[in-house]
């Protein structure tokens, strides 16, 4: 994809940022700037030091016993680190021109001879693996659009677009 963007005209690459979120324009490019983001939000949602800004229902008593006796952090979503890595950096994903689709990789072994398939889909069942940070990428991304059309340097949208112009010099 050959673009150009002068982003001395702030309003314009505005427009585009709305043709994109409006699925009109193709972002391929920009979801794959915003994967290294992506999987920042995923290790923080399954950081074994924030159980409680998961959102997610809390292990039994019991359960958590049995994983400190274990000698694992009692958190959520902690234990080998199998399925943190499967919705991360090792997830799939499939950038189209309007979407970018991400799953679990499902295909990852856990070390305890299951597939994370299968420990995926029972903690998918009472945790949803990416509701908060699909909340968290659309808030970001908000954030992101007002600090680029400030004039802010400090955004993503305004590095990832120098870098492309960089590549067209």
């Known amino acids: 994809m050959r673009f150009h963007i002068d982003i ?4 314009e690459v505005v427009r585009w940022l709305e043709r994109l979120k409006n699925g009109t324009d193709d972002a391929k490019p920009f979801w794959k700037a915003l994967t290294p983001t992506i999987i920042k939000f995923v290790d923080t949602q399954f950081d074994y030091t924030s159980d409680a ?3 997610w229902r809390s292990l039994t008593a019991k359960y958590k016993a049995w994983k400190a006796k274990k000698g694992f952090y009692p958190g959520i979503g902690t234990m080998t680190g199998t399925l943190r890595e499967g919705a991360g950096e090792q997830a799939k994903k499939k950038y189209r021109k309007k979407e970018l689709l991400w799953s679990v990789n499902k295909g990852l072994s856990t070390g305890a001879s299951k597939r994370l398939g299968d420990y995926a889909g029972f903690f998918h069942k009472d945790r949803p693996v990416y509701d908060r940070i ?3 990428l659309d808030s970001f991304l908000g954030i ?3 600090k680029f059309n ?3 340097h400090n955004s993503i949208t305004y ?8 590549k067209l010099q």
């Open 144 to 146: 992101d659009i007002k």
């Open 159 to 166: 590095n990832w677009l120098r870098d492309e112009l960089r």
């Open 150 to 152: 400030s004039g802010s």
């Open 8 to 11: 001395e005209n702030k309003d």
């Open 53 to 55: 800004k998961k959102g």
């Open 134 to 136: 699909a909340l968290r």
